[in-house]
């Protein structure tokens, strides 16, 4: 058994280190292939890092209520309010942010206080900010608070966080799907231009390929070195793939961070974790090798003698 | 060891390469399969090493009908005989070595034993030494005897040989004749098509000729198959 392993071992050994220095004599050819590969795996695994760094954004957690009172309500009329939706069943807590709290705080934190000053009314409004009690916090229940709030008179508008979270929730199970079609139309490129190369290559090494047969070489046999080309080609990619999607993260990280300062918080652009690593180079594995097996399996029978 | 029963071949384009042919090769014979250009002496190489099948009829190799044998048992069909080309078919970018060995390494043979059968091939084929070279570097007789080398490394029971000179002048051409009936010597059945008719007649080998069979009766054993005519195989 030892021995048998051995053997399959030094064949295939054979087989691989045979096709590595055929690859490397081609040099040019095999880089271009290998790039084109690399570009079309690097798309899906850059849309996924994308999808992954948005989707661990640091969203407010809980979920709150936030309600705009009309301009010419008064900071009096605005407590007599908060305080009435205090009392109301399932809210937890109220907070009054005055049109002059806020107004002191954008100035504070906008730097803009000269021109502040030149205004003669606040802009802004008065804002009752309420967190809803836990269990109260299903969508229909918050539907219902929000219906609750929006009929009082002084009540501009209300906006709760989850519209947000909603927001971006759409929009990444849109990045997600566009990922998955993306992801499948690139695989297809990558078994085409495998697939091709292999073509070519079986045409050129035509000869080789009927003598081989012609002293009983099998198609297994005949198609192996093949296959090692196509398994070959896709590591190369994947790992050119992943060198395009670092390069183009640490480019990126600079603007990004200096975008989440300007948030006031703290942006950081994640590169590839281990198992989208492991899924990369499996993906450009089984590719290639499907690439190599479809183009072989198709040439090699034309070079079977003919039926009668 | 070969037997052909009323076997035809048309090929798709229309045209009949053999009509009908019958003969049989006993085990440990030699013999030479002559007639004038397209008489089907390639088309009756190819049926035995399966590169063609026949459109109608039987062949028989080593008690096998070749018509029936399934496409995955082809290559080890395959290792049961070696075939010389006229062109001789080398992998030119490859060294000697690596072109003598290739059937033992479609044979999955250990590298102990294709290091000791590829120079027991060459040695035979009087190139051991050349192991090293590019097929390039050769004589046209000296690739010849390296396609030799190929065909009879792996010890097959059967040797059929394509027009195997051709290209060569006629002490060449006696040389690698010499070499054939060496190993047929040792028991390996040879069927060498050719139409290189005096070596045939100095070999006093039976003779089994293609084409329309008004070709006269000088080989000592004759045989004729004439398209058509459904003629047998009728030794002596």
């Known amino acids: 058994m030892g021995a048998r392993l051995a053997h399959w071992l030094t064949r295939h050994g054979h087989a691989l280190v045979a096709t590595a220095g055929h690859l490397s004599r081609q040099r040019t050819a095999t880089l ?15 849309l996924q890092v994308l999808v992954r760094n948005v989707s661990s954004l640091d969203l407010p957690s809980g979920i709150g209520v936030s309600v705009y009172l009309k301009p010419e309500v ?55 900010t309420i967190s809803p009690e836990p269990r109260t916090a299903s969508p229909a229940q918050l539907e219902a608070l929000r219906g609750y709030l929006a009929v009082w008179p002084e009540v501009d508008s209300v906006q709760t966080d989850a519209d947000w979270a909603r927001r971006l929730g759409a929009w990444l199970d849109l990045l997600r799907r566009a990922l998955l079609v993306t992801a499948a139309l690139l695989a297809l490129g990558v078994v085409a231009i495998v697939g091709n190369t292999i073509r070519l290559e079986i045409h050129a090494r035509r000869a080789e390929i009927e003598v081989t047969k012609l002293v009983g070489g099998s198609n297994a046999f005949v198609r192996r070195p093949f296959l090692y080309t196509g398994v070959l080609y896709g590591l190369c990619a994947a790992l050119i793939a992943w060198a395009i999607v670092e390069g183009a993260r640490l480019g990126l990280m600079g603007p990004v961070r200096r975008l989440g300062d300007a948030y006031g918080s703290r942006l950081a652009l994640a590169g590839p974790s281990v198992r989208e690593l492991g899924a990369l180079l499996l993906a450009g594995v089984l590719l290639g090798w499907l690439g190599a097996w479809i183009a072989s399996t198709r040439q090699l029978s034309r070079i079977e003698p003919r039926p009668a | 060891m070969i037997v052909f029963e009323r076997v035809a071949k048309r090929y798709p384009q229309g045209r009949e390469a053999l009509s009908l042919l019958s003969f049989g090769l006993a085990r440990g014979e030699m013999a030479f399969l002559t007639g004038r250009s397209g008489a089907g002496k390639s088309t009756v190489l190819k049926l035995i090493a399966l590169l063609e099948r026949p459109t109608r009829g039987q062949v028989l190799i080593d008690g096998q009908d070749t018509h029936r044998l399934p496409a995955r048992r082809i290559p080890q069909f395959r290792r049961q005989i070696g075939v010389v080309f006229q062109d001789h078919r080398l992998l ?65 029971p059967l040797l059929i040989a394509d027009e195997p000179t051709g290209n060569l002048d006629a002490a060449l051409a006696a040389e690698v004749m010499g070499l054939f009936r060496r190993f047929n010597e040792v028991g390996v059945t040879v069927l060498v098509a050719t139409h290189d008719l005096p070596l045939v007649r100095d070999s006093g080998l039976r003779e089994i000729r293609l084409g329309e069979g008004q070709l006269g009766a000088e080989a000592s054993h004759e045989l004729i198959a004439a398209p058509g005519a459904g003629l047998g195989a009728q030794p002596g």
């Open chain 2, 92 to 156: 030119m970018d490859r060294p000697v070595f690596d072109n003598v060995a290739l059937p033992l390494i479609v044979a999955d043979a250990s590298l102990r034993e294709i290091d000791r059968r590829v120079r027991a091939a060459l040695d035979q084929v009087g190139l051991l030494g050349c192991e090293r070279a590019a097929p390039y570097e050769l004589s046209v007789g000296e690739q010849q005897r390296v396609g030799i080398a190929r065909a009879i490394v792996s010890k097959p």
């Open chain 1, 32 to 46: 271009l292939t290998v790039l084109v590969m690399g570009l079309a795996l690097a798309l899906p695994l850059a």
């Open chain 1, 74 to 128: 008064s900071e009096a009329r605005a407590r007599t309010l908060a305080a009435t939706f205090a009392a109301h069943a399932g809210i937890a807590s109220v907070t009054l942010i005055t049109a002059s709290q806020a107004l002191a705080q954008f100035r504070a934190q906008s730097g803009l206080g000269a021109a502040l000053d030149a205004l003669t009314d606040n802009p802004l409004p008065n804002v009752i």
